[in-house]
């Protein structure tokens, strides 16, 4: 479209905002440029949403209809809560993290209690 919009008979003069003759029209080269520009469009309008199709469908359904096929978010988690508690997943081990060495425990516990400074060590 670029290429078509410098090649236009006419363009919008950036001072006065008003319409004055390109000085780098081309009929062929604009009519070439704009086949080229439709031809990619047309192209490339599948991956475009939404689809013509899609507003049709959507327009068409009937406030009962759309209403049947909304599932509330709540029961849909309350299914999954219940599906998890049947098959024992809620109760499996939880992951620990990693264990602090013995000493360096009791190194901080006979020192000094300092306030913590939330760097995360224990010194």
């Not at 919008?12 to 780098?24: A, F, I, Q, R, Y």
């Not at 997943?89 to 602090?100: F, H, M, Y």
């Amino acid at each position: 479209m670029a290429m078509a919009a410098h090649y236009q008979p006419e363009v919008t003069d950036p001072n006065t905002s008003e319409k004055v003759t390109n000085p780098d029209f081309n009929e062929e080269r604009y009519a070439y440029w704009l086949t080229a520009a439709r031809e990619a469009n047309k192209a490339a309008a599948p991956y475009f949403t939404p689809t013509l199709r899609s507003v049709l469908f959507g327009g068409a359904l009937g406030a009962a209809d759309s209403q049947a096929k909304i599932a509330d978010p709540r029961q849909t988690m309350v299914q999954l809560y219940l599906g998890m508690r049947r098959r024992g997943e809620l109760t499996a081990k939880v992951i620990e993290g990693p264990k602090v060495a013995k000493a360096v425990v009791d190194e901080v516990l006979e020192g000094e209690i300092v306030e913590d400074d939330a760097d995360g060590t224990l010194t």
